[in-house]
């Protein structure tokens, strides 16, 4: 099983451009969810979805929209790439409830120019 | 909100120490902690976790302690080894909550 796979590893943006980050996992999972890693600021949550066909702000949601495409991909988007979006961003999901291990992909690194 | 913080940066510990990393959280009514490593460049591995009807739980050479009076959590690794060395974070949710809210993380560096 590869667990949670993101695509792509890593992506430089002009800003204003769009993009969107894509994420998959094998584990028959029911949540998802999207964070960005800065420096000295742990990880946030941007998004996140508790089931298949339901979707849900986290921390920092300004700028991103998402999609549960299936139980299995969640995606992240930017419609108008901005510099403060340069990050790393993390896509992870968990098997039943809200407790319980949350399984991390390796990551996606963003650079906005 | 939740705000979660930890105590120090940076520990050093020697190799074969113990190690105790310290999480202060905010919110009394955080009900599920949890603790996660992250190595340079890859994404965050869990460590262990601990829901709030409980003080203690081990695992395999950790221990995580729960003090909800004063709304402390600490992990504890044994014998610490250098693939310990990495960026530990503790994170806490809300009964029924979905956000996981994560601290900024605490950089363990051993010493060989």
């Known amino acids: 099983n590869a667990g949670v796979t993101q695509t792509p590893k890593f992506q430089v943006l002009k800003t204003g451009q769009s993009m969107t980050l894509q994420c998959a996992q094998d584990?028959?999972?029911?949540?998802m969810y999207w964070y960005r890693q800065d420096p000295g600021m742990g990880l946030r949550l941007i998004y996140y979805s508790a089931s298949e066909g339901t979707t849900d702000k986290g921390e920092v949601p300004n700028g991103y929209n998402v999609s549960r495409l299936n139980k299995r991909e969640f995606s992240l988007r930017l419609e108008s790439a901005a510099p403060s979006q340069t990050s790393v961003y993390f896509c992870?999901?968990?098997?039943?409830?809200?407790?319980?291990?949350?399984?991390f992909g390796e990551g996606s690194r963003l650079t906005v120019l | 909100g939740e705000s979660v913080g930890l105590h120090l940066p940076t520990l050093s510990v020697q190799e074969g120490d113990n190690s105790i990393i310290n999480c202060a959280y905010s919110?009394?009514?955080?009900?599920?902690f949890i603790w996660y490593k992250q190595e340079s460049g890859k994404g965050p591995q869990f460590i262990i976790d601990?829901?709030?009807?409980?003080d203690k739980r081990q695992g395999q050479r950790v221990t995580v302690l729960l003090n909800k009076t004063v709304k402390h959590l600490s992990l504890q690794i044994a014998a610490t080894q250098p693939g310990d060395s990495a960026v530990y974070f503790c994170a806490t949710s809300g009964a029924g909550s979905y956000q996981l809210t994560f601290g900024k993380g605490t950089k363990l560096s051993v010493i060989p």
């Open positions: 919110n009394s009514a955080s009900d599920y």
């Open positions: 992870a999901s968990r098997g039943q409830g809200y407790t319980g291990e949350l399984f």
């Open positions: 601990i829901r709030s009807n409980m």
């Open positions: 584990m028959n999972h029911n949540s």
